[in-house]
Structure formats: structure tokens, C-alpha cells
């Protein structure tokens, strides 16, 4: 009757909603304003919120998963993370 919702899974779905809804905004903004310059100005200011929502959704599932794994496979996910930003960061 009752569906349990693990609170770590919780969390990550409210960090991607609103991240969404960031990115709907924008995309209405663009077109609201209707000039380029803007339109890349605002696409810039989403570059930032992309990797902060990908560390901060990836920091929570580690946290919820933090009595399965171990310490090592948690270094491993996110040095895989980092790996992931510089390499579309520096590309």
C-alpha cells in the first residue's frame, strides 16, 4: 500500500528536477529576450550547473551507498567523476 522512497534517491531525483526546471528556464528566457548575445551569456551560466548537480547527485548516491561499498570503490567513482570534468572541460 505504503512505497518506501530511499532518501538518497529522494534527493537525487530533487537535484535533477531542479535541474531541469533550470535549464526549462533558460530555454524560456532565450527565447524571451530573443537576441544571441544573451542566449549565449545565459548557455554559459549552464555550464556551471551541469557538473555542480552531477558531483552533488553523485556525492548523494555514494552517501546512501557508503555501508555496501567500499572506501576504495567510492574514491574510484569519483576520481571517474573528476575524470569526466576535465576531460570536457579541457576539450
Known amino acids: 500500500?505504503?512505497?518506501f522512497i530511499e532518501k538518497a534517491v529522494l534527493g537525487?531525483?530533487?537535484l535533477r528536477i531542479l535541474s531541469g526546471g533550470i535549464e526549462m528556464m533558460a530555454a524560456f528566457?532565450?527565447?524571451k529576450f530573443n537576441d544571441i548575445?544573451?542566449?549565449l551569456i545565459l548557455n554559459s551560466?549552464?555550464?556551471l550547473v551541469g557538473p555542480i548537480i552531477l558531483i552533488a547527485?553523485?556525492?548523494i548516491g555514494l552517501?546512501?551507498?557508503t555501508d555496501k561499498i567500499s572506501f576504495q570503490a567510492i574514491f574510484w567513482v569519483f576520481l571517474g567523476v573528476g575524470c569526466?570534468?576535465?576531460g570536457v572541460k579541457s576539450g
Open 1 to 3: 500500500m505504503f512505497t
Open 12 to 14: 537525487m531525483a530533487v
Open 29 to 31: 528566457l532565450m527565447l
Open 37 to 39: 548575445e544573451k542566449a
Open 45 to 47: 551560466s549552464l555550464a
Open 57 to 59: 547527485t553523485t556525492s
Open 63 to 65: 552517501l546512501g551507498l
Open 84 to 86: 569526466i570534468l576535465y
